[in-house]
Every structure is written in structure tokens, then in C-alpha cells.
């Protein structure tokens, strides 16, 4: 069940991120609250996944996983564009995950 919060979490962190570009500084109301709502349930989620994952293990996954997402939406999107530095720095944090999740024995709680 904690690998589901954390999945919860990472999903509702990049709708909250995507929607935080929208809010123009906060001042545009429902993507605030789209963002707002959005960061709530993700900490919330990211919370219950730690009972069972360790914070470290948990935190990489979520931000890797946001960074990677944020980036492609960016990229599609927003038109935003992606350099070979962005796309190395990209590839590196999968590898990294990867590494964590197939390699490591602290995944395993």
C-alpha cells in the first residue's frame, strides 16, 4: 500500500506543479487552488508511504519521478525547450532511481 500512497503522491505533485505555472503568481484563482489541493494531497500521501519506505528511498522516487514528469509536460506542453545538458541531467536522475529501486537492499524496509 505505501508504494501506492507514493505513486498518489508523485501524480498529485506534478498536476500541482503543471497547475502552479497557470497561477500567474497566484493571482488567478482555480489554478491556485488546483495547486494548493494539489501539494496537500501529495505531502499527505508522501507522509503515509513513509511508514513503510525509508525517507530517503521515498523522497529520490517522488522527486526524481516529478522532475523527470515536469520536464516532459514542460517539454510538450509548454514548448519549453530541452538542451543536452537538460536531457543528460534527465537521464542521470532515471539512472539514479533505477539504481536505488534495483540495486539498493535499503528499498526494502
Known amino acids: 500500500m505505501s508504494w501506492l500512497y507514493l505513486a498518489i503522491a508523485i501524480s498529485a505533485e506534478i498536476v500541482a506543479t503543471t497547475a502552479l505555472k497557470a ?3 497566484f493571482t488567478r484563482l482555480y489554478p ?3 495547486t494548493v489541493a494539489g501539494y496537500s494531497i501529495a505531502f499527505y500521501c508522501l507522509s503515509l508511504a513513509l511508514r513503510a ?3 530517503g528511498i521515498a523522497y529520490a522516487i517522488w522527486s526524481g ?5 515536469i520536464s516532459l509536460i514542460g517539454y510538450f506542453v509548454f514548448k519549453q525547450h530541452l ?3 537538460a536531457v543528460i541531467g534527465i537521464t542521470l536522475i532515471v539512472a539514479g532511481v533505477l ?5 539498493s537492499k535499503s528499498s526494502l524496509h
Open 99 to 103: 539504481v536505488l529501486n534495483v540495486f
Open 32 to 34: 491556485t487552488l488546483i
Open 53 to 55: 519506505i525509508p525517507v
Open 83 to 85: 538542451d543536452t545538458a
Open 65 to 69: 519521478a516529478g522532475i523527470v514528469a
Open 23 to 25: 497561477t500567474e503568481g
